[in-house]
């Protein structure tokens, strides 16, 4: 059964600081990952999507890798902004028929101005 | 092109009732998948409809039922509510069920008390 983990739970870091959200997954047959982000009480914002043939996506001052071997994605978010505020959930696609989302648990980063 | 819209935003419901929500999928989407977000946690998949029929559920009980109508748009049925239901309810659409990028609407907050 795949299951997925987010460390750490909860990151608070000055504005201007470069960071990292990792995210592993116990099954590497995954179809692709991908990272959401999420603001209190609302829904899901697709952030990045890295395919299972891909190694990394960038998108601005976001750059997520995957290591399917080693069942690990990181995000990396360069100089960082309060607006980055939010809990950021990374998901994989099972590679089965209907594609489902298996979420991890979420980081949730502050940036303090 | 509209994105995906859900209906009500929230719900306060007392134990033992029955609910639905109702999720118009994106233009041209003909699959949607729903998920529970318990506070704090990460999206769970609960089924998948495509083309009207269930296309694959997840660990949900029976009292967890759905619709798809001939537009696409779905309803979501809670029978009997328990205080453990409350929770943010996702719906996603998609293109096709399998493979395709899931849109995600801004959800239904529900509270059980």
Known sequence: KQEVTQIPAALSVPEGENLVLNCSFTDSAIYNLQWFRQDPGKGLTSLLLIQSSQREQTSGRLNASLDKSSGRSTLYIAASQPGDSATYLCAVMDSGNTGKLIFGQGTTLQVKP | ?113
Request: proline share 6%.
């Open chain 2, 1 to 113: 092109e509209t994105g995906v819209t859900q209906s009500p935003t929230h719900l306060i419901k007392t134990r033992g009732q029955q609910v639905t929500l109702r999720c118009s999928s994106q233009s041209g989407h003909n699959t949607v998948s729903w998920y529970q977000q318990a506070l704090g946690q990460g999206p769970q998949f609960i089924f998948q409809y495509y083309r009207e029929e269930e296309n694959g559920r997840g660990n949900f009980p029976p009292r967890f039922s759905g619709l798809q109508f001939p537009n696409y748009s779905s309803e979501l049925n809670v029978n009997a509510l328990e205080l453990d239901d409350s929770a943010l309810y996702l719906c996603a659409s998609s293109l096709g069920p399998g493979k395709e990028t899931q849109y995600f609407g801004p959800g239904t907050r529900l509270l059980v008390l």
